[in-house]
């Protein structure tokens, strides 16, 4: 079994920063990929950032040049650092990991969510 823990989120004024970090911990062999998602009310959960093993990084238009997301290999960890943050970047941020328990046995996972809510 593997767990993905939060934190970060919480209450900002438009144009500030927030850094969420997410850390996945148990039964690990392999950590192919980790990344962002979020889920604004109403609205469908939608990519936001992701990075796999060999350093390949992928951002949703709606956040190039104002998020940056890292990953801590040894850690099992990765960050998503927000800069001019937007009242529409308010939602709940989930982390998302895919993990190898074993050579050739692997799943996704998930998060439980962290709120950003971006607001004067």
């Known amino acids: 079994q593997v767990q993905l823990v939060e934190s970060g989120g919480g209450l900002v004024q438009p144009g500030g920063s927030l850094r969420l970090s997410c850390a996945a911990s148990g039964s690990i062999f392999r950590v192919i990929a980790m990344g962002w998602y979020r889920q604004a009310p109403g609205k469908e959960r939608e990519l936001v950032a992701t990075?796999?093993?060999?350093?390949?990084?992928n951002y949703a238009d709606s956040v190039k040049g104002r998020f940056t997301i890292s990953r801590d290999n040894a850690k099992n960890m990765v960050h998503l650092q927000m800069s001019s943050l937007k009242p529409e970047d308010t939602a709940d941020y989930y982390c998302?990991?895919?993990?190898?328990?074993?050579?050739?046995?692997?799943?996704?996972?998930w998060g439980q969510g962290t709120p950003v809510t971006v607001s004067s």
């Open positions: 998302n990991a895919y993990i190898y328990h074993s050579q050739t046995k692997w799943d996704s996972y």
């Open positions: 990075t796999n093993a060999g350093g390949a990084i």
